[in-house]
């Protein structure tokens, strides 16, 4: 299991539950966090390989990573 802080949490479960592209700014809204929040989650959870930048801006849940 990933220690994650309630903020990375949240932001990968929401992108696991939602398979599109997303933003920070659309996480943020919809997770009621901060746009800031969710970018330092974002850095976190790509350097851990569960999240894939596809763009400036873009992201999506890495397919294949079991949230456990």
């Given at each position: ?17 939602n ?33 894939n ?14 949230d456990?």
């Open positions: 299991m990933t220690d994650r802080t309630p903020t990375e949490a949240e932001v990968y479960s929401f992108m696991q539950a398979p599109i592209i997303l933003s920070p700014s659309i996480i943020a809204e919809n997770i009621g966090r901060s746009r800031g929040a969710v970018q330092n989650a974002l850095s976190t959870l790509r350097a851990r390989g569960e999240v930048k596809l763009d400036r801006g873009k992201y999506r849940a890495r397919p294949g990573v079991i456990e």
